[in-house]
């Protein structure tokens, strides 16, 4: 029983620190995310300055192009085990990039399966691409952070008062991109935090498994009823002689 109990711990223990440093990478990539987000509503608002030059706002769309493109870098990056990061249960990228477009198209699986930590007790171990990147706009239609960049950026590049309008519209997504990592990023400390506790729960039971083979001397139970069996064996044996 002993033995069962710390075999079942052992491939908990495996699952759950597959699942901690999956999710650590997934909170060091939303880190990254956020402030490239932040720098990018920065750039967007001083592009929808009036004083802001149509060759001022050529260059901020340049710059947005590089943060878009360091923001795909980031979507397919990998996990612990080398698989994709966001991509569900992908194994290459989450995001496909056409060559000729440059449009980002998902290509990972709708979800991630969670593992099993112990107690009946299973955790997502980390988000994928559209649970993190991708939102609603203003009209109602599905877009993401990837679209409305490169849209921004092209805005941006026409000029005109077209571009400035661009910029103020390109806020409130922006926004709303921010809003979505950060939140991503707060249910991951929340899974982080449960590992932990059934981490703690797991260290407890194995103490007392410790404590009860001490207290059985080490034995094993199986080994000791075999025994136990051979004893009395012999015993009724030794009785049947009289």
Same mark, same amino acid.
């Given at each position: 029983?002993?033995?069962?109990?710390?075999?079942? !711990?052992?491939?908990?223990?495996?699952?759950?620190?597959?699942? +901690?440093?999956?999710?650590?990478?997934?909170d060091?990539?939303?880190?990254?995310?956020?402030?490239? &987000?932040?720098?990018?509503r920065?750039l967007?608002?001083?592009?929808?300055?009036?004083?802001?030059?149509?060759?001022q706002?050529?260059? &901020?769309?340049?710059?947005?192009d590089?943060?878009?493109?360091?923001?795909?870098?980031?979507?397919?990056?990998?996990?612990?085990?080398?698989?994709?990061? #966001? @991509?569900?249960?992908?194994v290459?990228?989450?995001?496909? &990039?056409?060559?000729?477009?440059?449009v980002?198209?998902?290509?990972?699986?709708?979800?991630l399966?969670?593992?099993?930590?112990? +107690?009946?007790?299973? &955790?997502?171990?980390?988000?994928?691409?559209?649970?993190? #990147?991708?939102?609603?706009?203003? !009209?109602?239609?599905?877009?993401?952070? #990837?679209?409305?960049?490169?849209?921004?950026?092209?805005?941006?590049?026409?000029?005109?008062?077209?571009?400035?309008?661009?910029?103020?519209?390109?806020? =409130?997504?922006?926004?709303?991109? #921010?809003d979505?990592?950060?939140?991503?990023?707060t249910?991951l400390?929340?899974?982080?935090?449960?590992?932990e506790v059934? =981490? +703690?729960?797991?260290?407890?039971?194995?103490?007392?498994?410790?404590?009860?083979?001490?207290?059985? @001397? @080490?034995?094993?139970?199986?080994?000791?009823?075999?025994?136990?069996? +051979?004893m009395?064996?012999?015993?009724?044996?030794?009785? !049947? !002689?009289?």
């Amino acid at each position: 029983m002993l033995d069962r109990e710390e075999r079942v !711990s052992a491939v908990d223990t495996r699952n759950s620190q597959t699942a +901690e440093n999956n999710l650590k990478f997934a909170d060091e990539a939303f880190g990254q995310a956020a402030v490239m &987000i932040s720098r990018a509503r920065e750039l967007a608002l001083q592009a929808a300055n009036a004083t802001t030059s149509d060759e001022q706002r050529a260059s &901020i769309a340049t710059e947005l192009d590089g943060l878009r493109q360091n923001l795909l870098g980031l979507a397919n990056g990998r996990n612990a085990a080398g698989h994709a990061l #966001f @991509g569900g249960q992908a194994v290459g990228n989450a995001y496909q &990039i056409d060559s000729a477009t440059g449009v980002a198209t998902y290509v990972g699986t709708a979800t991630l399966d969670a593992v099993e930590i112990g +107690e009946g007790q299973s &955790i997502v171990p980390g988000n994928t691409g559209p649970e993190v #990147f991708s939102f609603t706009d203003s !009209s109602g239609a599905q877009t993401d952070i #990837f679209a409305e960049l490169s849209a921004l950026s092209t805005a941006l590049r026409a000029g005109g008062q077209a571009a400035a309008d661009a910029a103020r519209d390109g806020l =409130t997504m922006l926004d709303t991109s #921010f809003d979505k990592v950060t939140t991503a990023q707060t249910v991951l400390g929340s899974r982080l935090a449960w590992l932990e506790v059934m =981490t +703690e729960r797991r260290t407890d039971n194995m103490e007392r498994i410790a404590d009860e083979r001490s207290v059985m @001397g @080490g034995a094993d139970l199986a080994v000791t009823m075999s025994r136990l069996q +051979e004893m009395l064996t012999v015993l009724e044996a030794s009785q !049947s !002689s009289f």
